[in-house]
């Protein structure tokens, strides 16, 4: 077909003719030239085998996390949505930056990002007042998440959560990197492995003991929507002025919802050791407000759940403690651990791993997209976690005992404390 488009006539056509042919056979013959990186050579990881990921509110907690994604090699991110301007310009650089181009792409509105056929993981990293819709809505769009914690701002949110990325299929993995740091990892398993006798008791710091309802600010002059995205910032939430002390993950809540303090946010991860340390059981049924700086809570088969500011040993930040019949172990975010006997270590060598780094937690999510296999910080866990700390701030702020029901995820019998389970969204919102 190509070589009908050349002209000539007698011997000069056929020459032209001939040169052609002898072209095309020595190029059919010369070796294709293929990037080391599209084969996977140097360590590349070709195109094939990367997971593809959008980040949705890339803010300081979330550029952290970013700069965990971007340090693994099978890793492609690929687009960034938040409602700042400044922050899509700045992630769009970071991304460009590590990749040598200009294909990160911006997204003003996450639905946008979502629409997205190349995208097969999210980070979402906004305000917690997104978290749990953000999360959902990443779901039913069939994209695989990272989300950050607190991920739900009340029990209803969570219940929804939970079920949505059962139904989906979905792989979650909540922003609980504690999970996959080794110290903590083995304090957990001596408590589910039965290595501290029978169960008795549980302690998670919560760094503040206060359930508050948001309030409104004085109203400022708003930004121009392109700079700040001030009603997709609000989101699901009251509407309320603008004022800029309100744009940096401050966890809106409406009504008579309660905004989740140190209980919440610490809880969000000393609770959720708590609860593997307990084998990720149904949350606690019993709930008592604070008394002597410390929130006692009880499951079903009467282990206790303590929420205590003091006592800890000096082992940095979020401690937990974990107590048996025989024996107890305590931990915390310098790596190290101490133990009621050595002999609980049982001649094993634990990794101390000081701070709280997520890279390993965010590699354990990239290996779960691929084999669809279940995360340690997975929805079921994450959601029991942030039930108990939910309703452990519905006690705080009713300043009485509240007693919740696993199998139902009620109060019984008691209105108040029902009506604080949920909230009602902004239009056009769902869950």
């Not at 006798?197 to 710091?205: D, I, N, Q, W």
Request: net charge positive; charged share 25%.
């Amino acid at each position: 077909m190509i070589a009908s488009g050349i002209k000539g006539s007698g011997s000069s056509g056929r020459m032209q003719r001939r040169r052609f042919i002898k072209a095309g056979i020595a190029a059919a013959a010369a070796p294709m030239i293929v990037p080391g990186s599209a084969l996977g050579l140097d360590g590349a990881v070709p195109p094939s085998e990367r997971i593809v990921v959008g980040g949705i509110g890339i803010g300081n907690r979330g550029t952290y996390d970013l700069g965990c994604f971007l340090e693994q090699p099978d890793v492609q991110f690929a687009a960034v949505c938040d409602v700042k301007e400044a922050r899509r310009l700045a992630v769009k650089k970071i991304a460009d930056g590590k990749y040598g181009n200009q294909d990160c792409a911006m997204h003003a509105d996450f639905r946008e990002l979502l629409d997205r056929k190349d995208i097969d993981a999210v980070l979402i990293a906004t305000g917690p007042n997104w978290h749990g819709l953000a999360a959902v809505l990443t779901a039913k769009a069939g994209k695989d998440m990272y989300c950050e914690k607190p991920c739900t701002k009340n029990i209803s949110e969570s219940l929804i959560l939970r079920d949505t990325i059962r139904r989906t299929g979905r792989v979650f993995q909540a922003g609980t990197q504690r999970r996959n740091l080794p110290h903590f990892a083995f304090a957990c398993e001596l408590a589910r492995t039965g290595r501290l006798g029978k169960l008795k008791r549980l302690y998670a710091h919560p760094a503040g003991m206060k359930a508050m309802t948001s309030g409104w600010l004085p109203a400022e002059t708003e930004p121009a929507k392109v700079s700040v995205d001030w009603d997709r910032y609000l989101g699901p939430a009251a509407w309320r002025p603008f004022n800029p002390k309100l744009l940096d993950g401050f966890n809106f809540e409406k009504g008579g919802g309660l905004v989740g303090g140190g209980v919440l946010e610490w809880g969000s991860h000393c609770v959720d050791l708590c609860q593997w340390a307990a084998d990720d059981r149904p949350p606690p049924v019993e709930y008592n407000p604070p008394r002597e700086g410390e929130i006692v809570t009880r499951y079903a088969d009467g282990v206790e759940l303590v929420f205590r500011e003091k006592g800890w040993l000096p082992l940095g930040s979020c401690p937990v403690r974990f107590e048996g019949e025989d024996g107890w172990v305590e931990a915390g975010d310098s790596g190290k651990l101490v133990f009621s006997s050595p002999t609980l270590l049982a001649g094993r060598k634990v990794e101390e791993i000081g701070g709280y780094p997520a890279t390993f937690h965010v590699r354990e999510f990239l290996d779960c997209v691929k084999t669809r296999g279940r995360p340690k910080g997975n929805a079921e866990a994450a959601c029991n976690a942030h039930i108990a700390c939910h309703a452990a701030n519905i006690a705080i702020f009713l300043g009485r005992p509240v007693r919740f029901d696993t199998v139902t995820n009620e109060f019984p019998g008691d209105v108040e404390a029902n009506r604080l389970r949920s909230e009602a969204l902004r239009e056009p919102w769902r869950m």
